[in-house]
Every structure is written in structure tokens, then in C-alpha cells.
């Protein structure tokens, strides 16, 4: 809303600065950090009165987790909210990348929402049914991915590009809606299972979300894509600003869920925050990348898989207790133990994902 101002401007002025994306995403930032300061305390206020018991706890969870008990959730509203009046306020919203996005996380927040709600009036865990979440968010998936091919350039749209490698295109044709719809549903629910602990997912999918700002903006200037030899990607640039409004309002976010949490983030956030990942890498056209920059959210997701399977077939089990984090609970780690460790292992994952841009 704010970049209009530049219509004031006459070039040398100070309404100059909102024609820079880099300016206008340490406003969102700001924006959203501010905004999860101020409606923080409240919003928990609220929800711990509205909910009592607040979010069940799994029976068969780590026994650890009974002293949370009374914690309340739909914490994620306080991000979403931060986002979204960060991303409303400094992006350009004639940007159809940024409202493909924007469609993304509100509409996985909805889902997320829902669920929860289920959960904290019935008070128990199973909230909204599986097969519900999965087809509504196949279908917000699949516009989005329509979406984004609409709008890639000609070169590339209904194409899977490989890191690395940067001649190597894949056509997909008709596919690709098919692809970009695992890409995002893959990615709400990976990072929703990596919600299992105060502070676990939210750092890491900031780290996440602000390597894919970088790869953003990269991809949206012609001249960092002549240099880096990547594919342009023209409007992506824009999402930089999204993305410092999500790690702003999560930072906000994190102040209160920091050990022991005030607040979870519940589905409501973290399909969100998932979901605006797996549409921010379906945009910039680096889907692959998301499954090493989000490779903790992989190997969460894989450990739940391969738990499930197995049992199926043999009736034992692989870890002790899937997701993966918690069967270092079940091993004698300590919930800070494993919350920083990932963090560390999310951080050197995002780095290797980042060097894709300049190995070729």
C-alpha cells in the first residue's frame, strides 16, 4: 500500500525509498515485530480465557508434556495476523506473486484454525478428520500452482528447474498443478509435524522462509540471474517483503513461545507458515531447493512415515516415538537440547540450499 506513495516522489526524495524492496521489507519486518509485541499479551489473554483447558495433550505423548497442560493455542493467529497487515502495508500489491502467497497462508491458516477450534470445544486431539484438511488443502494448492504457471515467463512455466543445473528444464505440461500441489500440502504438513515442541518450528521455518527471501529476490533481478546464472523469475523479487513480515511477526511470535511457552502456535500457524513456504518455492521455480533448505520438516515427515509403515507391516517400531524429535524425548534429551540442535541443523541446511545459487 505504502509503495503508491512513490507517486509523490520526484526522484530524490525521501517517498523515493518506498520504490526499494529492501527498504519496504525492513518495514514489514518492523511492521509485523511490532505488531506481535503489541497484540501479543492480549491475544494470549484472550485465548487462555476462551479456552480454559486449552490445547489437549496426547495421552500417549512424552510424559514431559502433562506439565503443559492448560497451555493455550491458535497462537499462530499472531504471526498470520503480523503477516498479513506487514505484507498489506509495505508490498506491492499488484504483485500476483504476493497475493498467490498471501492466498496460500491465509486460506492453510483457516484450515489450521478449524482444526484447532475442533480440538480446544471438543477437547480432545483428533480435531478436524485427515481426509478434510487434505482435500481442502489440495485444492488451495492446486489454485496456486495454477497460479504461479500463469504467471512464470514463457521459458519457464509448467517446467521443474534443477538446482545446479541450470540448462536441465523438465516439462511437466499438465503435471506441474499436480507437482506444485505435493510441493505445498507437503510442506504445511511437514512443518506440522515438526511442531512438537515450545519454539521447535518456528525458527526453523524462519531461517527457511528467510533463505527463500534471499532466493526471491535473487531471481527477481535480472542482473543477480546474469550473474549467479539462475533463471529469472520476474516479480519474485516482491516476496522479500513477505517473508521479513513472517520472520518479524515470528520473532514476535517466539518471544512468548520461548521455553516454557506461553502459547502454541497450533495448526493455525504451522500449516500456514508451511504452506507460505511450499508457495514461495513453487514461485520462485526452486522447489527441489525447499526439500534441502526445509530438510528437517523432510526428515520429520519421513520419520512419521516410515514409523507408521513399518508397524503396519511388522507391529514394531523404528524410532521409539515419531516425529523424530520425539524419540530423542524418549532417549533422555531434554526439550532445549533438541530444540536448539535442530535449530543448529536447520541453519547449516539453509546454507547448503543458499550455495545452490552460485554452484552450477
Avoid at 177 to 186: E, H, L, N, R, S
Amino acid at each position: 500500500m505504502l509503495y503508491w506513495l512513490t507517486g509523490l516522489s520526484d526522484g530524490g526524495d525521501f517517498f523515493n525509498l518506498f520504490r526499494y524492496i529492501t527498504f519496504r521489507s525492513g518495514g514489514a519486518f518492523l511492521t509485523a515485530l511490532l505488531f506481535g509485541f503489541l497484540f501479543g499479551r492480549p491475544l494470549i489473554d484472550v485465548l487462555r480465557k476462551r479456552q480454559g483447558k486449552g490445547q489437549p495433550i496426547r495421552d500417549d505423548g512424552p510424559e514431559g508434556h502433562f506439565v503443559k497442560a492448560g497451555t493455550p493455542t491458535m497462537g499462530g493467529l499472531l504471526i498470520v495476523g503480523a503477516v498479513l497487515t506487514a505484507t498489506l502495508l509495505w508490498a506491492r500489491l499488484d504483485n500476483p506473486f504476493v497475493w498467490m502467497v498471501l492466498f496460500v497462508t491465509m486460506s492453510y491458516g483457516l484450515i489450521g484454525f478449524a482444526d484447532d477450534y475442533a480440538k480446544v470445544s471438543k477437547q480432545n486431539t483428533k480435531g478436524v478428520s485427515g481426509k478434510t484438511r487434505l482435500g481442502l488443502g489440495f485444492v488451495i494448492a492446486g489454485i496456486a500452482g495454477w497460479w504461479a504457471a500463469m504467471y512464470h515467463p514463457d521459458p519457464l512455466s509448467n517446467y521443474l528447474a534443477f538446482p545446479v543445473f541450470k540448462e536441465t528444464l523438465l516439462y511437466l505440461g499438465v503435471l506441474f498443478i499436480p507437482f506444485a500441489m505435493i510441493v505445498i500440502v507437503g510442506a504445511a504438513n511437514a512443518v506440522n509435524l515438526t511442531d512438537g515442541l515450545d519454539g521447535l518450528a518456528i525458527m526453523p521455518v524462519m531461517i527457511a522462509a528467510g533463505t527463500f527471501g534471499i532466493i526471491a529476490y535473487a531471481v527477481g533481478r535480472v542482473d543477480f540471474t546474469e550473474y549467479l546464472d539462475v533463471h529469472y523469475v520476474p516479480g519474485t523479487g516482491e516476496i522479500l517483503v513477505f517473508v521479513a513480515g513472517l520472520i518479524g511477526g515470528g520473532l514476535g511470535f517466539l518471544w512468548y513461545n520461548a521455553p516454557p511457552a506461553a502459547v502454541f502456535m497450533g495448526d493455525t500457524g504451522s500449516l500456514a507458515l508451511g504452506g507460505a513456504l511450499g508457495a514461495i518455492a513453487v514461485a520462485t521455480k526452486h522447489e527441489i531447493v525447499l526439500a534441502i533448505v526445509g530438510g528437517l520438516f523432510v526428515v520429520e515427515a519421513l520419520s512419521v512415515i516410515i514409523q507408521v509403515a513399518y508397524f503396519k507391516r511388522t507391529g514394531k517400531r523404528v524410532f521409539l516415538m515419531a516425529p523424530i524429535h520425539h524419540h530423542y524425548e524418549k532417549k533422555g534429551w531434554s526439550e532445549p537440547q533438541i530444540v536448539i540442535r535442530f535449530w543448529i541443523i536447520a541453519l547449516i541446511l539453509a546454507m547448503i540450499g543458499l550455495a545452490t545459487l552460485k554452484v552450477r
